[in-house]
């Protein structure tokens, strides 16, 4: 459910996320991104984190040769006799 833990860092610390469902005053269930070590408790909602993924995404332009040289290089790697040897 939390595709960010252990992945995106903590801004006062720099060590990866936590995260757990926490209950709310009306006993509604969500998400939290959590890292307390060493530093006061800080949290991002679920919800802010995959907008805040989301918006990131939204904004990276590519040049007009990137997917060709991405499919190339896919190509190149994942045809060699090494990965084929493996199947």
Known sequence: DFIFKNVVL???CG???SASFSKGKSGNRFG???CS????????SK???EL???NFLAKIKFKDNFWLFLDQETDRKFNCKHYRNRA
């Open 10 to 12: 903590c801004s006062q």
């Open 52 to 54: 805040a993924y989301n």
């Open 47 to 49: 919800k802010d984190m």
């Open 37 to 44: 070590r060493k530093h006061k408790y800080y949290a991002v």
């Open 32 to 34: 939290l991104y959590h």
């Open 15 to 17: 060590k990866p996320f």
